[in-house]
T-cell receptor
């Protein structure tokens, strides 16, 4: 158990819908990362927050947005869902920003878009 | 742009045999290098990392990796594989010297272990 929690574990929804994925980082970690894992694209970085502020952005679609709240939990919002958004979404956390800091991964949220 | 290549999609080894998983990276400078393991239905767990210094690094579960700058490689090794090592292994690079912590992952190598 990494100490990072993600809810829900599974999510099944229809095209065009909007969903919210939630992540609680390890106690004391200030940085949160979101990654998407799909069969065709592999594991791709989406976005990073550090202490409530966006720190880095990767291949995140405009239909996707995220935020980190004052209690440091984070939410990833996916809207206008398409079949291709079906994937495993991981959240990771680290104490500080910067690649020197080990990232601890949550168990993921499996999103299925029908 | 930075990239990570894991040439082997799937490897099968016999239990007790040695293992080497290959990883090559493309980056302008020496990056931070990582190996993660993902068991079925699980998140990723860090096996080991290289930042600087000794190019042979030891990790958890008996794994080690060697950084070779001339070959831009960071191959993962284990002298004797156990059935519980069956999983998917990901090599990753991190931006050196920046405050951004995002990792760039390879496509992964799935390891199967024969009894």
């Amino acid at each position: 158990d990494s100490g990072v929690t993600q809810t829900p574990k599974h999510l099944i929804t229809a095209t065009g819908q909007r969903v919210t994925l939630r992540c609680s980082p390890r106690s004391g970690d200030l940085s949160v990362y979101w990654y998407q894992q799909s069969l065709d694209q592999g594991l791709q970085f989406l976005i990073q927050y550090y202490n409530g502020e966006e720190r880095a952005k990767g291949n995140i679609l405009e239909r996707f947005s995220a935020q980190q709240f004052p209690d440091l939990h984070s939410e990833l919002n996916l809207s206008s869902l398409e079949l291709g958004d079906s994937a495993l979404y991981f959240c990771a956390s680290s104490v500080l920003a910067g690649a020197l800091n080990e990232q601890f991964f949550g168990p993921g949220t499996r999103l299925t878009v029908l | 742009a930075q990239s990570v290549t894991q040439p082997d999609i799937h490897i099968t080894v016999s239990e007790g045999a040695s293992l080497e998983l290959r990883c090559n990276y493309s980056y302008g400078a020496t990056p931070y290098l990582f190996w993660y393991v993902q068991s079925p239905g699980q998140g990723l767990q860090l096996l080991l990392k290289y930042f600087s210094g000794d190019t042979l690094v030891q990790g958890i579960k008996g794994f080690e990796a060697e950084f070779k700058r001339s070959q831009s490689s960071f191959n993962l090794r284990k002298p004797s594989v156990h059935w519980s090592d069956a999983a998917e292994y990901f090599c990753a690079v991190g931006l050196y010297g920046g405050s951004q912590g995002n990792l760039i992952f390879g496509k992964g190598t799935k390891l199967s272990v024969k009894p």
